[in-house]
């Protein structure tokens, strides 16, 4: 559901749900085991080098293997110790986040994240820590892990996103959560793993952990490795370019936002990630029209008049109705040639001078700026 942010409420809710779990922790979770110090303190290792190790996704998110330590900890010492060790590396940049709601958010859902995998061993069967040594044991191992992540991803993004920023959840879900989904799934089974090998070799056991913090980093770049451009529709491609051009231009994350949805009116896809975003988005789509000179679709508009947004955009279409399905599919530095043609006239020189730039420094991955698409390709 798209609607307005509410900041404030956000930030009543992340600070309600951290004050929730000290009764949560005293009354329903099962009692931490501190006796194996020597555990607690190489999962604490393990999650500030996995912390360090992340892997950045689409937009301003990351994925790490913290989450493995942090769910071994629930496994072995308890709920409590798995929220410590989840909790700890991202301490020291907490405290400096002036996002208040992010700070507390993130604290309350290592916590509710913990509990609820163990939680889930113990609707098992299997307690917290658990009484591992079967192959169900290991099983459950692996579903208290998934929902430990769901929990984590679910519950500060409804809180900082959904009801502080008012974005679409479903839209976060299909761009930061479904397309690493294989990843975690994979860095789960090796928790599964990591937790036998500590059953029949003791501490050693655990030695592999420092292993798995490259899964992120090795599968997410494939996963979330870029289409090029010639394989991509109109809507798309200009969405690729307009993201470019902003980075180039300096433009906020708002607009970058604007940009993506105006791309989709475009193609007639018509996505929306925020609903107070709505007039400018259109705003973007009815000025991308105008030509910088003067004249175009509706006159109204020239020069630095016309918005920003509408003048990246135009530039963004245009290089894509040029380099994308449905058009001649020439490369982009072949495209740029046309753009400069029209720059001054009917484009901003100045965002062309930027798509320019994007080509001749590689800012976005094109598929290659030089290459062809391959003769399949290019069939109709």
């Keep these: 559901m798209l609607g307005a942010g509410h900041p404030r409420f956000a930030l009543g809710l992340a600070a309600t749900g951290l004050l929730a779990l000290v009764p949560a922790f005293v009354l329903l979770a099962p009692a931490a085991d501190w006796s194996r110090a020597a555990v607690l303190v190489l999962l604490l290792l393990f999650s500030f080098y996995a912390y360090v190790g992340a892997a950045h996704l689409r937009g301003t998110a990351s994925l790490d293997a913290a989450f493995v330590a942090a769910l071994l900890g629930v496994v072995l010492l308890g709920p409590l110790a798995g929220a410590l060790v989840f909790a700890a590396p991202e301490l020291t940049r907490l405290a400096n986040d002036r996002r208040m709601t992010s700070m507390l958010g993130n604290l309350a859902s290592f916590g509710w994240s913990t509990l609820a995998a163990a939680w889930t061993l113990e609707a098992l069967a299997y307690g917290s820590p658990a009484q591992l040594g079967s192959l169900s044991s290991y099983v459950a191992v692996a579903i208290a892990g998934l929902v430990l992540i769901l929990v984590n991803y679910f519950y500060i993004t409804v809180i900082s996103e959904v009801v502080g920023n008012g974005t679409g959840l479903w839209f976060l879900t299909k761009r930061e959560f479904i397309p690493v989904l294989p990843v975690n799934v994979a860095v789960i089974a090796m928790s599964a793993v990591t937790a036998f090998l500590y059953t029949e070799v003791g501490l050693a056991g655990l030695l592999p952990l420092a292993a798995i913090v490259f899964i992120p980093r090795l599968l997410v770049p494939q996963l979330l490795r870029d289409i090029p451009i010639w394989d ?98 020439i490369t982009p530095r072949e495209a740029l040639v046309n753009l400069r043609v029209r720059a001054g006239q009917e484009l901003d020189p100045v965002v062309v001078a930027a798509a320019v730039r994007i080509v001749e420094d590689e800012i976005i991955e094109l598929g290659s700026a030089d290459a062809q698409p391959a003769p399949a390709a290019m069939a109709a």
């Design 232 to 329: 991509l529709s109109v809507d798309e491609a200009t969405a690729r370019y307009a993201g470019g051009l902003a980075n180039v231009l300096g433009l906020s994350s708002s607009q970058r936002r604007v940009l993506r949805d105006a791309a989709t009116h475009l193609g007639g896809r018509a996505c929306l990630t925020r609903l107070d975003d709505f007039a400018a988005v259109m705003q973007a789509v009815l000025y991308s029209r105008e030509c910088f000179a003067g004249g175009g679709r509706l006159g109204l508009l020239s020069g630095n008049r016309i918005p920003i947004e509408s003048r990246v955009l135009a530039v963004a279409h245009e290089w894509a109705k040029l380099t994308a399905q449905g058009g001649p599919r």
